[in-house]
């Protein structure tokens, strides 16, 4: 069948992308679902910096590719072997597939599935399929972004790629799940396991990290205090019911920080603005025998230099979170149960929705930080 999806073509085009244009709503011709495959009408896609930074080149993924990782639609078609899945069920796309079968998937950690990492950095599905080509003569193969491709009114997906969801939740918030709220939410549960009374600090404060502090609330911290750069940000954070909010670029802002969570620092902080100097602050406002998490992706090169002495000595842990160390079948509905019982009030998160053929100026405000979640709405 013939698609429409936003393709980049050659990373890193210079801002602004309303002007250079690195997406290109192109017609592709989409296979049908192969055995363990699954196609999906999509009904919504978030702008996530991980998109960003495959546009940006940051993230290098192999080129032609039709972007897009966070995102929620209906099934249309099942492929073979797939008994789980009916057409008219929603799903939301997760970007990390799971084989189910890897050491780390037998250990319970889908999050580092390694056939899955595979397939994502060559662009294929976990079947190790290509199912977008260019039309026309050419028919040459157009690579999916961590599976999904979800800048595209369809998608065929294997069905590790999925999650089940309620038909009551509107698609663009059930988007929402599939990457901010896994990721902030699951860092926050999964990876640090905040526990009720405990102190928080969240800097980066983009829809991963707004959904942190959502995470941290719902958890019980009693001191959640929210640092970031843009005041708009801030003021959604205590709006949120952040306790303390922080000016990244006031000079004490580790000082401010400590001193919200409590004197002594924050039990744990989490990073999520994908800067190695963040992370560093973050790391400086962690008390001692804390745990500082980080779930940002700054450039490959980028290192953290880390006081040894305090490590040893304040007994500290520093963890990377990929997808929230979550098992998303297991914890995707959880969330989904949180938000309809009005503990993780995720709508908050949703800055608008824009029509697909606006996708690069959407890019723009994600880039300049004047957004949380824009999603490109599909209508379905």
């Given at each position: 069948m013939k698609i429409k999806a936003a393709v980049l073509r050659q990373m890193g085009a210079e801002h602004p992308y309303a002007k250079s244009e690195p997406l290109k709503?192109?017609?592709?011709?989409?296979?049908?679902?192969?055995?363990?495959?699954?196609?999906?009408?999509?009904?919504?896609?978030?702008?996530?910096?991980?998109?960003?930074?495959?546009?940006?080149?940051?993230?290098?993924?192999?080129m032609p590719m039709a972007i897009g990782h966070e995102a929620a639609g209906t099934v249309v078609e099942v492929g073979a072997g797939v008994e789980d899945l009916v057409p008219g069920d929603h799903v939301v796309m997760v970007f990390m597939p799971s084989c189910g079968h890897c050491l780390p998937c037998a250990e319970g950690r889908p999050a580092l599935c390694e056939p899955g990492a595979v397939a994502n950095g060559k662009g294929r599905l976990l079947t190790g399929a290509i199912r977008l080509h260019m039309c026309g003569h050419d028919h040459s193969d157009v690579h999916h972004h961590l599976g999904c491709s979800a800048f595209a009114d369809h998608a065929v997906v294997s069905r590790r790629s999925l999650v089940k969801i309620d038909r009551d939740i509107p698609l663009p918030i059930a988007a929402l799940f599939g990457c901010a709220v896994l990721t902030g939410v699951g860092a926050v549960i999964n990876t640090a396991r905040v526990q009720p009374g405990e102190s928080v600090a969240v800097i980066g404060l983009g829809g991963v990290g707004l959904a942190a502090v959502l995470g941290a609330i719902a958890a019980g911290a009693t001191k959640v205090v929210a640092v970031d750069l843009s005041p708009e940000k801030l003021e959604l954070a205590k709006a949120l019911g952040a306790t303390a909010v922080v000016d990244a670029r006031a000079p004490d802002a580790v000082e401010q920080v400590r001193a919200h969570a409590g004197g002594a620092g924050a039990d744990f902080a989490f990073e999520f603005a994908g800067s190695a100097r963040a992370l560093e602050n973050a790391y400086k406002m962690t008390k001692r025998g804390g745990t500082t998490v980080t779930a940002g992706l700054p450039p490959p090169e980028a290192t953290l230099p880390v006081n040894i002495v305090s490590l040893v000595a304040e007994e500290r842990t520093v963890k990377g979170s990929y997808i929230g160390t979550c098992v998303p079948v297991r914890d995707l509905p959880r969330y989904v149960d949180l938000y309809k019982s009005g503990r993780?009030?995720?709508?908050?998160?949703?800055?608008?929705?824009?029509?697909?053929?606006?996708?690069?100026?959407?890019?723009?405000?994600?880039?300049?930080?004047?957004?949380?979640?824009?999603?490109?709405?599909?209508?379905?």
């Open positions: 709503i192109e017609e592709l011709e989409l296979d049908r679902p192969g055995a363990g495959e699954v196609l999906v009408k999509i009904g919504a896609a978030g702008l996530c910096h991980s998109d960003l930074s495959v546009i940006n080149g940051s993230r290098p993924r192999p993780l009030p995720v709508d908050k998160l949703m800055s608008g929705a824009i029509p697909l053929d606006e996708i690069n100026a959407g890019f723009d405000r994600l880039h300049d930080g004047s957004v949380v979640r824009l999603v490109v709405d599909f209508g379905g």
